[in-house]
């Protein structure tokens, strides 16, 4: 099964959502994953709550990811998602709440792990939010889904929540296997810390929408 697209008509070209995508591919050519640089770039809990912290680090992790397997799940339903939610809310806010949802995951997960000297990276917290308000604002959408057997291929229609339910599982076991944490190690934070992103976006995306009756949609 290959997700793709939601069934949500839209109106304007999702500039935001597209130059997200590029700039998280991107980096990650140039970077690749367990490179020095991406340990450098990456926020460590340890540092953000003690002497030394390096502030920056909190948008430059958002734009790193530690394999080709968490960079593709996370772009694959920002696309889904993300391009809906823009056309919601418009380009600037669907930045802004993107920004801070992996703002506040990365503050919750530095919060359960102060100590922490592994480098946190990656785009969950940020996806997590568009997630959030997508369910809020279509709670019936349906996510285009190509089905494929051998020799034969189709696509159906799949409940929005069924595929978010999706997007955690696959947090749970990408941090299980030491797939999200460019040092290969697991993480307890990992798993529930895009819950708020996930709560923010849920909040505040509805109160953005340009949309007349988004719930209807």
Known sequence: MIPFKDNIPTERTPFVTLALI?????????????????????????????????????FSSMFLHASIVQLAGNMLF????GNTIED?????????????????TLALQ?????????????AEGAVAAVLGGYIVLHPRGQVLTLVLIPFFFTVIEV????????????QVA????GLTDPVGATSAGAYFASVAGFALGALAIPR??????PVAA
């Open 22 to 58: 590029a700039a998280n591919v991107i980096v990650f050519l140039i970077v690749g994953s367990g490179s020095h640089e991406m340990l450098s770039g990456g926020a460590v809990p340890h540092a953000l709550t003690h002497s030394g912290a390096r502030w920056g680090t909190l």
């Open 78 to 81: 920002l696309w889904m998602f």
């Open 88 to 104: 919601d809310v418009g380009h600037a806010k669907f930045l802004a709440v993107y920004v801070l949802g992996g703002l506040a």
């Open 110 to 122: 530095v919060a359960a792990e102060p100590n922490s000297l592994a480098p946190i990276v990656g």
């Open 159 to 170: 409940p929005a929540p069924i595929m978010v339910a999706v997007w955690f599982a696959m």
């Open 174 to 177: 990408f941090a299980a296997v």
């Open 208 to 213: 953005l929408t340009r949309r007349r009756d």
